[in-house]
């Protein structure tokens, strides 16, 4: 697998812990949003983090696909897998439980009705959770945003608003970006690129009134 950073495209294997070489090859762009859980550099080694990506039900897809769109549009490894603390808490459990040890950083959990996954994942690990809320046809996700947001003392869940999956994934990258230059460009070069589109719509808004 490649990974470009910086201009630089690194060669990299897909397996933890196994060596991996590293060398100048020029820039491409990344060919999957699989993640190099390590790369090392001609004198450095980074850490690359990713974001695990949970939902309790396949239902919950077009939630995901915002956050997903944006983490691919910014090029932040993610990957996304079903579990739900009730339907099935083992895996859940030892999603959670392993979190740390496949290079996570921050993990997002989206759940509708009565939303007990952001909790249940947070229950097992200490990296960041970030909650979204997802909505249903009886009360429209304030159950979930309930469920999701009212954690009690000692396991925290960040919750976002109901069905904000691009906030969700704008949070989870803020967050690796606290010890990942990368990433903390490519959200300031975001944040300007939407300015500017703001700033072009209050030079328009009066055309079209
Ligand atoms: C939750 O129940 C899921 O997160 C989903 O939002 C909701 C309904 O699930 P399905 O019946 O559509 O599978 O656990």
């Not at 495209?9 to 060398?23: F, L, R, Y």
Request: net charge negative.
């Amino acid at each position: 697998m490649f990974f470009a950073t910086d201009g630089i495209m690194w060669s990299t294997t897909e397996e933890q812990g196994t060596s991996i070489t590293a060398d100048r090859l020029g820039t491409l762009e990344i060919i999957s949003p699989s993640v190099p859980l390590c790369i090392f550099g001609r004198n450095r080694r980074l850490s690359v983090k990713r974001i695990g990506i949970v939902m309790g039900s396949d239902s919950d897809l077009p939630v995901i696909t915002k956050a997903t769109d944006l983490l691919k549009q910014l090029e932040i490894p993610f990957d996304v897998h079903v579990y739900s603390a009730h339907r099935t808490p083992e895996e859940a459990r030892d999603f959670a439980l392993n979190a740390r040890d496949n290079d996570y950083g921050v993990i997002i959990a989206a759940a509708g009705m009565a939303a007990h996954l952001a909790g249940a994942i947070a229950a097992n690990t200490t990296l960041p959770v970030i909650g979204i809320p997802c909505s249903s046809s009886n009360l429209e996700g304030l159950d979930a945003l309930l469920s999701t947001v009212q954690m009690p003392p000692g396991i925290p869940v960040a919750t976002v608003g109901i069905n904000a999956g691009a906030n969700a994934a704008l949070l989870a990258a803020e967050i690796l970006a606290v010890s990942d230059a990368d990433v903390a460009k490519k959200l300031a070069d975001k944040r300007a690129a939407d300015t500017a589109k703001v700033i072009a719509k209050d030079r328009d808004i009066m055309s079209r009134i």
